[in-house]
């Protein structure tokens, strides 16, 4: 079975500070797609950035980027000069083909002024 | 079963039928979010419920796109006259109060094929 797996329920950053949210997922798949998504109070569900698993090179998008670690199953998403807009719940996805969905439970993510 | 149950998890259809997808949240869940993914989009927010109040309608695509939830707690979004453009994963979420910052639970998914 797939599992994704947040530990951290809550983070709280600084404005203009670094913080990493953890993902950690489960799977005997070997083509799969992960991906961190954010969740702003208008409840949209945004992508914030996309990991094809044959890809060896780490995933960067502006100001976020991941730590992605095959072999320990690892996808971590590092948000650079956190931004008081960055305040949303997060959520780590994971994707097998046939676009079958698994998400974890989130991470809060509060930007401090 | 203790997760968020959607129903069928697979369906093909015809352009120009309907089509009815199922959301059984998780009990005691107050909260309940569908969502869309389309191929290589990320989730498009549909509608939500909380509790006995208004749906928040606001994220339905056309009039052809409607939910209901009877008694608080199962879910049906149903989609008049499909259209392939329609063709996507349906999610449906659940969560205990609704408070953006909660942890919502998915389901996972009915994935939709309109021919």
């Known amino acids: 079975a797939q599992t994704v797996t947040q530990s951290q329920p809550e983070m709280s950053v600084q404005e203009a500070e670094t913080v990493t949210l953890s993902c950690t997922y489960d799977?005997?798949?070997?083509?799969?797609?992960l991906f961190w998504y954010k969740q702003p109070p208008s409840r949209q569900m945004i992508l914030v950035i996309r990991?094809?698993?044959?890809?060896?090179q780490n995933a960067t998008e502006n100001r976020f980027s991941v730590n992605f670690q095959k072999a320990a199953k690892s996808f971590s998403l590092k948000i650079s000069d956190s931004q008081l807009g960055d305040t949303a719940m997060y959520f780590c996805a994971f994707m097998m083909s046939g676009n079958q969905f698994y998400f974890g439970t989130g991470t809060s993510l509060t930007v401090i002024p | 079963g203790a997760g968020v149950s959607q129903s069928p998890s697979n369906k093909v259809t015809e352009k120009g039928k309907d089509v009815e997808l199922r959301c059984d949240p998780i009990s005691g869940h107050t909260a309940l979010y569908w969502y869309r993914q389309s191929l290589g989009q990320g989730l498009e927010f549909l509608i939500y419920f909380q509790g006995n109040s208004a749906p928040d309608k606001s994220g339905l695509p056309s009039d052809r796109f409607s939910a209901e939830r009877t008694g608080g707690s199962v879910s049906t979004l149903t989609i008049q006259r499909t259209q392939q453009e329609d063709s996507a994963v349906y999610l449906c979420?659940?969560?205990?109060?609704?408070?953006?910052?909660?942890?919502?639970?998915f389901g996972p998914g009915t994935r939709l094929l309109v021919l």
């Open positions: 799977t005997s798949e070997n083509n799969y797609y």
């Open positions: 979420a659940s969560s205990p109060i609704g408070r953006i910052q909660e942890t919502q639970y």
């Open positions: 990991q094809e698993a044959y890809k060896q």
